[in-house]
């Protein structure tokens, strides 16, 4: 008998504590519904920029999620943007409105997962299609 455990004891223990670890981790990637970045940047690597004639679409990838941003070429006067970003099996986040020089971060949860990012600034707009695969 070591530190008060049998050796069936410490199975036990053991066998607890990985139920408790891989709970943990199953917990993290189900919770969650997409969410809004903090801060107004995103998090992680740029990992895929899609210019078109009015700005940019600027994808970040960190370890557990994907970020997505709608950029104006140039700031100025308020005008329509928008950015959304969709796991494949998933809903689309969003975020637009009017704005001066960019839309979202918008973020959502993308473990080995695609994702589809859409923009628009003013007039101007594309797509990644399917990426991050």
Same mark, same amino acid.
């Given at each position: 008998?070591?530190?008060?455990?049998?050796?069936? @004891?410490?199975?036990?223990?053991? /066998?607890? #504590? /990985? +139920?408790?670890? /891989?709970?943990?981790?199953?917990? =993290? /990637?189900?919770?969650?519904?997409?969410?809004? #970045?903090? *801060? =107004?940047?995103?998090? @992680?690597?740029?990992?895929?920029?899609?210019?078109?004639?009015? *700005?940019?679409?600027?994808?970040?990838?960190?370890?557990?999620? #994907?970020?997505?941003?709608?950029?104006?070429? +140039?700031?100025?006067?308020?005008?329509?943007?928008?950015?959304?970003?969709?796991?494949?099996? =998933?809903?689309?986040?969003?975020? *637009?409105?009017?704005? +001066?020089?960019?839309?979202?971060?918008? +973020?959502?949860?993308?473990?080995?997962? %695609?994702?589809?990012?859409?923009?628009?600034?003013?007039?101007?707009?594309?797509?990644? *299609?399917?990426?991050? %695969?």
């Amino acid at each position: 008998m070591v530190n008060g455990l049998s050796g069936r @004891g410490r199975r036990a223990a053991s /066998l607890g #504590a /990985l +139920t408790a670890a /891989l709970w943990l981790c199953v917990g =993290g /990637l189900f919770a969650g519904a997409p969410v809004r #970045a903090a *801060g =107004g940047w995103c998090a @992680g690597r740029l990992v895929r920029t899609v210019p078109f004639e009015a *700005g940019e679409l600027r994808v970040y990838k960190s370890r557990s999620r #994907a970020c997505a941003m709608a950029v104006a070429r +140039t700031a100025g006067e308020r005008r329509r943007m928008a950015v959304s970003i969709q796991p494949r099996g =998933g809903a689309p986040v969003r975020d *637009g409105g009017r704005f +001066t020089r960019h839309a979202g971060p918008v +973020t959502v949860g993308a473990i080995s997962r %695609c994702v589809y990012v859409k923009g628009n600034v003013g007039a101007g707009s594309a797509d990644s *299609g399917w990426i991050l %695969c």
